[in-house]
């Protein structure tokens, strides 16, 4: 009924869900990131942790401006789905950026994903164990910059930090979006369909529906 503005929803959503992002990643670095065998490096493993929570609150923010649009759960579901594939095969991750169509290719530089990925590799390769010179053809590289060309990915210093600075952009812009589909886009038709029995001395109404303002209804009268 829209009876606060959409910021009274949108910020404190925003706020309340930053420590939720905290513990979430920092469970899942502390697991995974030596687990798995990364640089064992004090600097490197924080930079995975913040990248992780960034990339964590753009999710949040995607997917609560895709309920804001959907306003319903199953064309929520649907924008969803067709935004977590994009998301997912278009991220430089299951399928390489060379790989992509060039109908496609502006997905993949308007994924949020695709910045995680390569900062997240760029602090793995660019470790001390992955500096060893390696000459392919007349080119001479680090063995940590061959695996990122190899893969699609680039090799600039800048993409430690300039990926960051894309994630808190994105989550802003989602942010601000859910904002203005709240305050500005027409709510939902409320058209429902209830099941109701009011069990009155003299009158029995089994259901009815309320549809743009009108009531329709089954009234059975009761002559106990």
Do not use: C
């Amino acid at each position: 009924a829209q009876f606060f503005p959409a910021w009274a929803f949108a910020l404190p959503t925003t706020l309340l869900r930053i420590p939720y992002s905290l513990v979430e990643s920092i469970l899942w670095s502390v697991i995974v990131y030596w687990l798995t065998g990364l640089a064992p490096d004090a600097g490197r493993f924080f930079i995975y942790l913040g990248y992780l929570i960034l990339l964590h609150q753009m999710g949040i923010a995607l997917f609560r401006l895709m309920g804001a649009l959907g306003r319903d759960i199953s064309i929520t579901n649907v924008y969803g789905s067709f935004v977590l594939v994009a998301l997912i095969l278009l991220g430089g991750f299951a399928l390489k950026r060379p790989d992509v169509h060039p109908w496609w290719i502006w997905v993949v530089w308007s994924n949020p994903i695709t910045y995680a990925i390569n900062a997240l590799a760029y602090n793995e390769m660019s470790a001390p164990r992955w500096q060893e010179s390696l000459t392919i053809g007349d080119t001479t590289r680090t063995l940590g910059e061959w695996v990122l060309l190899s893969n699609g990915l680039f090799t600039e210093p800048y993409w430690r930090w300039f990926p960051a600075l894309v994630l808190v952009g994105f989550t802003l812009l989602f942010t601000g979006l859910t904002f203005l589909v709240l305050q500005y886009a027409p709510r939902k038709s409320e058209s429902s369909t209830m099941s109701l029995i009011f069990r009155e001395r003299m009158l029995h109404v089994d259901t009815f529906t309320v549809s743009d303002g009108s009531l329709y209804g089954t009234i059975k009268t009761n002559h106990t």
